[in-house]
């Protein structure tokens, strides 16, 4: 179960906030899964239009075990906006709902759409586009990755719900 939060809250408790502890993600992404609110630790991938380390994380277990419970991860694809490939399909959506991923945020886009909109699993992207990726082995981990102007750093918080996406460097709720 998601902790309860809205992104609007958290924008007003920490709209003051003079570090780039609290950041807020323009909002450019459209949602294609069916969990439309989602948060977790972030995980994070850079590529441009080759989805092999997408597609080695998605394959992987996706939460971490707490004392309070399992926490489902947030993976973030800086993908370089691109929208002539899409990184994630309908087979890694399923990995990602099967190994635990509470979601993705891809700068950059998906396909099979319909299918990503029957999973229980936030994702969130630029836009559809039905041409996969070319598979070259290429990319990076574990990394910071500026996302639309915005930095994303492993194990930072990314809340996500309709009204858009924040991160935090610390936990919020």
């Known amino acids: 179960m998601s902790p309860s939060f809205a992104t609007c809250d958290l924008c007003d408790a920490h709209k003051n906030d003079p570090s780039t502890d609290f950041q807020v993600l323009p909002p450019v992404f459209r949602d294609f899964g069916r969990a439309r609110k989602f948060c977790g630790p972030v995980v994070t991938i850079k590529c441009f239009e080759d989805n092999t380390l ?16 399992r926490i489902g991860k947030v993976l973030v694809v800086d993908g370089g906006g691109s929208l002539r490939r899409a990184l994630v399909g309908g087979n890694l959506g399923a990995a990602a709902l099967r190994n635990g991923w509470a979601g993705i945020v891809i700068d950059g ?7 990503l909109a029957l999973l229980d ?5 630029l836009a559809s586009m039905p041409l996969p990726t070319e598979k070259r ?35 919020l709720v």
Request: charge should be negative.
């Open 137 to 171: 082995g290429e990319g990076q981990k574990d990394l910071a990755v500026q996302i639309q102007g915005v930095w994303a750093r492993p194990g930072d918080w990314l809340y996500a719900d309709e009204d858009g996406i924040v991160l935090s460097a610390l936990p």
């Open 121 to 125: 699993v936030g994702i969130r992207a």
């Open 54 to 69: 997408v597609k080695a994380a998605l394959d992987s277990p996706g939460f971490e075990d707490t004392p309070g419970g």
């Open 109 to 115: 886009c998906v396909r099979d759409v319909a299918e």
